[in-house]
């Protein structure tokens, strides 16, 4: 994989971002975007949140007024598991056509695009932390099978190397420091 | 946000309304998520400068947290969903009085 910056043709149309990926790493995202996808339709349901991941996914707004917290969960939570559901499609739509051609491909990221997929990757390495044993700094995270380490932190270099492609693209925000 | 009082009300005691109490976003630090990542959140979601969103996010990683705005409570629980959706933990507490 490979994350690079547009042309200028590109960037006029919009594109921020290019992701440059082979079928074998798209096929590891779409099965985590899906993984991820199919969690948080079942929290939606759920009264309780049993998995420590979806806990993580979906916090409480207020940590010491529970009354509240339910209120804000009983009026946020289908909304934002909805949102999130979103961020992880962007994911999978963009890359099934890599799956199903068997083929590497160029995937252009536009600004809303590119920000789906940051979160997304983001939600994914939260419930691979959680699988890992990954619970506070410093944790090694030597639970959950082997290779997931490596996902964890490919997901990580992947998530880092698209903010930067942001952080070129976005006026305003952190040019002059 | 508050508006001047008439004069009609600065005669009589007025109780502080529940909007009126100050309420504030903490974002709570993580072992996941990445530095560049917080910052760039910082900056994009409260247009904090470079500056400010490195120290905001350094604050969170040595303290365990920083409060990132205050307001009224609507206001911070918008801010609570917007950090959700980044995939930061963040919860609405009362400011300190």
């Known amino acids: 994989m490979k994350i690079t910056v547009p042309t200028a043709d590109a960037v006029a149309a919009g594109v921020v971002g290019i992701v440059h990926v082979e079928p074998q790493e798209a096929r590891v995202l779409v099965s985590l975007a899906d993984q991820l996808q199919a969690l948080l339709a079942e929290a939606i349901e759920s009264p309780i949140d049993d998995d420590a991941a979806v806990r993580r996914l979906l916090p409480d707004a207020y940590r010491h007024d529970p009354e509240l917290a339910d209120e ?5 939570r289908r909304g934002l598991v909805d949102r999130k559901i979103g961020f992880a499609r962007t994911l999978s739509t963009a890359l099934a056509p890599v799956v199903s051609d068997g083929i590497a491909r160029a995937v252009p990221l536009t600004m809303d695009t590119a920000i789906d997929w940051v979160r997304g990757i983001g939600d994914m390495r939260l419930v691979i932390a959680d699988r890992m044993g990954i619970i506070v700094d410093g944790d090694t995270g030597t639970l959950g099978e082997p290779g997931l380490r490596d996902v964890y932190d490919w997901l990580a270099w992947m998530q880092d190397g698209i903010v930067q492609v942001l952080e070129v693209t976005e006026p305003g925000d952190g040019g002059a420091a | 946000m508050k508006t001047a009082p008439t004069l009609d009300e600065q005669l009589v005691e007025q109780p502080v309304h529940a909007a009126e109490v100050p309420w504030t976003i903490v974002v709570w630090n993580d072992p996941v998520n990445l530095m560049t990542y917080v910052s760039w959140v910082f900056r994009r979601h409260f247009g904090a400068d470079a500056r400010a969103a490195e120290r905001l996010m350094m604050q ?38």
């Open chain 2, 60 to 97: 969170v990683h040595t303290e365990g947290r920083a409060t990132l705005a205050q307001g009224n409570r609507e206001h911070m629980e918008r801010h609570a969903e917007a950090m959700h959706e980044y995939g930061l933990w963040a919860t609405v507490e009362k400011a300190p009085q």
């Open chain 1, 72 to 76: 804000w969960r009983r009026l946020s």
